[in-house]
């Protein structure tokens, strides 16, 4: 949720930056319905903007005689599907973020639900007043209530005293507000403003496109004929009235002066159009502060189904070599094959040691021709960002088991769900062995066979023995998963749950 929240704000800021471009370039000039089109623009660009990230590739070239280079592998460096984090039993969010994604939902509740209120106010006069149909589709609402008239959507409301008087340039206006489709930009921008609640300036820019709306329609009316100067008069008396439905376009809006003043004003030189060339640089500049720069270490990047792989420079794969870096086999190596070396997730990977030329045939001979590529793996245990506190006896460390090697497809799923799922589970059976008082955070691994079936559980982290033999018991009458997936077909997959037990 936090990752939205960031989006949220990066959406903020760009929003920001286009509503000042707007504001000081081309806010007075009478080119309406362009600048209608570049507020609206904007606005849906600030929301995609955060999401157009381009990852640029350099390579890293291998020193001739080879050398250990430690990395910190992104998933940017070998993309890899993220594996599913374990969850944690008891753990919280701290109580800032939960504070922070409260009060913002709220703020997009409170703001939809008054856009709701202001929606279905307005069916409520739809469906009590009397309708009136217009040849070109327009339906005219007449209503006994005494209201400004208003439109929204193909509907035109009218107070009975409107509808009996002089109701042409009324009407004219309204028609004008739906041939343009003023209510879908009101409703989007609504929309819009609900996740941006916070920001001022997705106010000011829904205020001033309901005034670029008004522009628009004013000057619809004016060029179907009518008189300018009865026509301000018009809008002067009916100036003492708001209609109070925040989704619809106002006969009355409240800009009377603007509006008086646009429409004596001089037309813009449409030359003036070719200032919103000045947002290019801007959404340049956005793009590039998003961009990521990957170093993969290569003599020179090839794809092989999409994906960076590391090859010599006659092109032929290196030879990848796993080395063991703790336990009782530590330093002891093994050969993968590509295949083997790409499923490995990043955040396994501690550091990559890359071997070339005579350095590598003196140690590896004529199979590392093409180059040596050693993977030294990160210890199990140091995948989770935990800080494990110890009570009692930890047991012995878990051998290095195939799945740790290889990133499935698709991640085990337990009752439709993810760990989360299984912690909620957990947390329903768990019950303290009479005569403990220990506290602590404990760490179970488990394998989740082809089949679905949970075995070799094994206590990673220990509390205390009491609670060692609850926690192996219970994880064991775990109900069947779904498995992992690897190119189609089911596969085991070892899978981590640290747990918390606190006294109390």
């Known amino acids: 949720m936090m990752e939205f929240l960031i989006y949220d704000a990066k959406v903020a800021l760009a929003l920001l930056v286009f509503y000042l471009f707007y504001r000081f370039l081309l806010k007075k000039e009478t080119f309406h319905r362009f600048n209608r089109v570049v507020l609206v623009g904007t606005a849906v660009l600030s929301f995609l903007l955060p999401l157009c990230v381009i990852t640029i590739h350099k390579p890293m070239e291998m020193s001739p005689d080879g050398y250990d280079m430690p990395m910190v592998m992104g998933e940017e460096a070998f993309p890899a599907t993220m594996p599913m984090k374990a969850a944690t039993v008891g753990a919280g969010t701290p109580w800032w973020q939960i504070a922070l994604i409260a009060l913002f939902w709220a703020g997009v509740a409170f703001v939809l639900v008054r856009v709701l209120v202001s929606i279905l106010s307005i069916v409520k006069i739809i469906r009590q007043g009397e309708q009136v149909q217009e040849e070109d589709g327009c339906k005219i609402i007449v209503t006994d209530r005494d209201i400004d008239p208003f439109s929204w959507m193909r509907y035109i409301v009218l107070s009975r005293k409107d509808w009996e008087g002089n109701h042409t340039p009324i009407l004219a206006h309204e028609k004008a507000h739906i041939g343009y489709r003023h209510s879908v930009d009101l409703l989007l921008v609504d929309i819009m403003s609900a996740f941006q609640w916070f920001n001022p300036a997705i106010w000011m820019l829904r205020a001033d496109l309901q005034e670029l709306h008004e522009f628009e329609a004013d000057d619809a009316v004016l060029r179907g004929g009518a008189n300018l100067k009865d026509y301000q008069y018009l809008l002067i008396r009916k100036a003492v009235s708001k209609s109070g439905y925040s989704v619809a376009n106002s006969f009355n809006h409240s800009i009377l002066k603007n509006r008086i003043t646009m429409m004596s004003k001089t037309k813009t030189p449409i030359s003036r159009c070719w200032r919103v060339l000045w947002l290019l640089p801007l959404v340049c500049l956005g793009i590039g502060l998003q961009a990521r720069t990957v170093y993969v270490p290569q003599d020179k990047g090839s794809k092989k189904d999409g994906k960076v792989s590391i090859v010599s420079k006659d092109g032929a794969d290196p030879l990848f070599v796993l080395r063991q870096a703790w336990g009782a086999q ?162 085991a997959q070892f899978l981590t749950i640290p747990i918390e037990f606190q006294l109390r």
Request: charged residues 30%.
């Open 330 to 491: 530590i330093g002891e190596e093994e050969y993968i094959t590509w295949e083997e070396f790409e499923k490995i997730h990043p955040s396994r990977i501690q550091s990559l040691e890359i071997l070339k030329d005579v350095a590598a045939k003196e140690k590896y001979g004529d199979k590392a021709a093409h180059g040596v590529v050693i993977i030294t793996l990160k210890k199990p245990q140091e995948l989770d960002e935990i800080v494990v506190v110890r009570y009692g006896e930890q047991s012995d460390e878990p051998e290095l088991l195939p799945f740790y090697l290889l990133e499935p497809d698709t991640m085990p799923t337990f009752q439709g769900g993810d760990m989360n799922e299984f912690s909620r589970w957990l947390n329903k059976r768990i019950s303290v062995p009479e005569g403990c008082n220990h506290a602590g955070k404990m760490k179970v691994g488990f394998v989740v066979d082809e089949n679905g079936e949970v075995k070799d559980v094994k206590i990673l982290e220990s509390v205390c023995p009491e609670l060692d033999a609850s926690m192996l018991f219970l994880v064991s009458l775990s109900p069947k998963w779904e498995p992992a997936t690897a190119s189609g077909h089911a596969v």
